[in-house]
């Protein structure tokens, strides 16, 4: 297990065995890599790295607008995207950037979509309903054509 204290390497630690990779890994302050999940439907591991997404623009068509049930959700994880749809039927999109701290949520479950990096909640309106995230997923407008979501 890494120690919480880094320390700056001598010479001869660094020309060792490769300890400076290491050493750099364990000091960098880089978030703990997020558990390891499958891919979902669109091929993308939910919990990786914003960056390796390939974030959806307007027009993009995210799949069937049944594919969303009522009091639940859909993860686009792909297009770092996430659509809900209320009780009452009306459709909702959000980023699947998590605002804490970048991750892609991951799944909607129980009325909640979750961050599996650290365990934020929001509910079917983007809210926080468990930290450590702050605020709410960021709006992204969706709208059904011809029975397909499309990003607005
Ligand atoms: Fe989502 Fe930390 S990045 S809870």
Same mark, same amino acid.
């Given at each position: 297990?890494?120690?919480?204290?880094?320390?700056?390497?001598?010479?001869?630690a660094?020309?060792? +065995? *490769?300890?400076?990779?290491?050493?750099?890994a364990? =000091?960098g302050? /880089?978030?703990? /890599?997020p558990?390891?999940?499958?891919?979902?439907?669109?091929?993308? /591991?939910? +919990?990786?790295?914003?960056?390796? !997404?390939?974030? +959806?623009?307007? +027009?993009?068509? @995210?799949?069937?607008?049944? /594919?969303?049930?009522? *009091?639940g *959700?859909?993860?686009?994880g792909?297009?770092?995207v996430v659509?809900?749809?209320? %009780? !009452?039927?009306e459709?909702?999109?959000?980023?699947?950037? =998590?605002?804490h701290? *970048?991750?892609?949520?991951?799944?909607?479950?129980d !009325?909640?979509?979750? =961050?599996p990096?650290h365990g934020?909640?929001?509910?079917?309106?983007g !809210?926080? %309903?468990?930290?450590?995230?702050r605020g709410? @997923?960021?709006?992204?407008?969706v709208?059904v054509?011809?029975?397909?979501?499309?990003l607005?």
């Amino acid at each position: 297990m890494a120690s919480e204290r880094c320390t700056r390497p001598d010479r001869r630690a660094v020309l060792v +065995g *490769g300890a400076l990779a290491s050493l750099t890994a364990a =000091c960098g302050g /880089a978030r703990p /890599a997020p558990p390891a999940q499958a891919p979902g439907p669109d091929g993308f /591991a939910p +919990g990786q790295p914003v960056a390796e !997404a390939v974030a +959806g623009g307007p +027009g993009t068509v @995210l799949g069937p607008a049944d /594919a969303v049930p009522p *009091g639940g *959700g859909v993860v686009y994880g792909r297009l770092a995207v996430v659509v809900t749809r209320t %009780t !009452a039927g009306e459709l909702r999109g959000f980023s699947a950037v =998590c605002p804490h701290d *970048g991750c892609l949520v991951n799944e909607v479950t129980d !009325a909640s979509i979750v =961050c599996p990096c650290h365990g934020s909640r929001f509910d079917l309106d983007g !809210a926080v %309903t468990r930290g450590p995230a702050r605020g709410p @997923l960021a709006a992204r407008p969706v709208r059904v054509d011809r029975g397909h979501l499309v990003l607005d």
